[in-house]
C-alpha cells in the first residue's frame, strides 16, 4: 500500500503563518526603528535592498526581469499604488498612530476597493457589502471613541496617511484590470524597487536623516525588515497561493494586523484592551465579507 501524499493544504497553511508572522511582527519593528531613522527613508532602504534580492532569486528560479515596453505604464503605476502608497504611507502613519490605530486603518483596504468599484467599474455593492462597510466602520468608531475626537494635527496626519495608503491600494486593485506580464517574484522586484526607491531620494531631500544614527538594534531591524517581511514573507505568500484557495489565503491574511496589534501591546506598551479587541473584530469581520467579493484582489502588503 503507498503511503498517502501530503495534503498540500496543510503546507500552503504554515507557508501562510510564516506570512502573517512576518508581515504581522514588520508593525512593531517598523515603530522602533522610527527612533533612529525617519519613516520614508527607512523603508525605502530596506525596500531597495529587498528588491535586489527577489531579483536574485527570481532569476535563480528562471523568472526574466525583462518588462515589456508596453507594460511599463501599469507597472510604474501598481509600483506607486502597492508600495509607494501603501508602505511609504503605512510607515508615516505610524511615527503618529498606534499600532492598533494605524493597522486597522490601513487594513480597510478591501472595504475601498468593494467603494471604489461601484464609479470606477459599475459594481453596485451587496447587502453583503453593505453590511462589510457597517461592521468596519462600526470597528473603527469603536476604537475612537475613547479619544472624543480631540485629534491634534499630527494624529490627524497619521488618520490621513493610513487611509491615504489603504484608498490608494484600493484604487490600484480596481483600476488594475490587465496583469503585468511578468512572473510573480520578478513582478513583487520590480514593484518593490520602483515604489522604493522614490522613498530614499524623498527621505534624504525632507527628512535629513543622520546616516550613521543606526543602533545595533536599528541595524537589526533593518536586516529584519529586508529579509522577513519583504523577502522571505513575500516567497513563502506566493508558495502559499499555489496550495490554497485564493480567497481563503487573503481571508486569512486579516491575521497580519491581528499579530501586529497584538505584539505592539507584548513589545511596545501599546494599549490593547477591550475597546481595542471590539474594533478588531467588528473592522477584521467587516474586511472579511469585504474579501469574498470576486474583484476585491490582494498584492503585496508587507
Request: contains cysteine; hydrophobic residues 60%.
Amino acid at each position: 500500500m503507498s503511503p498517502r501524499s501530503p495534503d498540500p493544504r496543510f503546507a500552503g497553511f504554515l507557508l501562510l503563518a510564516i506570512t502573517i508572522l512576518g508581515w504581522g511582527l514588520n508593525w512593531p519593528a517598523v515603530k522602533v526603528l522610527l527612533h533612529e531613522w525617519p519613516p520614508l527613508f527607512s523603508r525605502g532602504v530596506a525596500g531597495v535592498a529587498a528588491a535586489v534580492l527577489l531579483a536574485v532569486i527570481a532569476r535563480g528560479r528562471g523568472e526574466s526581469l525583462h518588462v515589456p515596453a508596453k507594460a511599463l505604464p501599469r507597472l510604474a503605476f501598481a509600483a506607486f499604488t502597492n508600495v509607494f502608497a501603501w508602505m511609504g504611507f503605512g510607515t508615516v502613519a505610524m511615527k503618529y498612530l498606534p499600532i492598533s490605530e494605524a493597522a486597522l486603518l490601513a487594513y480597510t483596504m478591501p472595504i475601498w476597493t468593494m467603494l471604489l468599484a461601484w464609479p470606477v467599474l459599475g459594481e453596485r455593492p451587496t447587502l453583503r457589502g453593505v453590511a462589510a462597510l457597517v461592521l468596519a466602520f462600526a470597528g473603527l468608531a469603536v476604537l475612537f471613541s475613547g479619544q472624543s475626537f480631540a485629534f491634534d494635527q499630527g494624529k490627524l496626519m497619521g488618520i490621513a496617511m493610513a487611509l491615504g495608503a489603504a484608498v490608494l491600494f484600493a484604487f490600484g486593485s480596481v483600476t488594475a484590470r490587465a496583469p503585468i506580464p511578468l512572473k510573480p517574484i520578478a513582478l513583487v522586484a520590480w514593484q518593490v524597487g520602483l515604489g522604493c526607491l522614490p522613498m530614499i531620494f524623498i527621505g534624504l531631500l525632507i527628512e535629513h536623516p543622520d546616516l550613521g544614527a543606526l543602533s545595533p538594534r536599528g541595524w537589526a531591524l533593518m536586516v529584519y525588515m529586508t529579509l522577513g517581511p519583504m523577502a522571505i514573507a513575500y516567497l513563502t505568500w506566493f508558495a502559499a497561493l499555489r496550495r490554497l484557495q485564493p480567497a481563503a489565503a487573503t481571508t486569512g491574511s486579516l491575521g497580519v494586523p491581528i499579530v501586529g496589534v497584538c505584539a505592539g501591546a507584548l513589545f511596545l506598551g501599546d494599549p490593547f484592551g477591550v475597546r481595542e479587541v471590539a474594533a478588531l473584530v467588528l473592522t477584521l469581520a467587516g474586511v472579511a465579507l469585504a474579501l469574498q467579493k470576486p474583484s476585491a484582489r490582494t498584492s503585496g502588503q508587507a
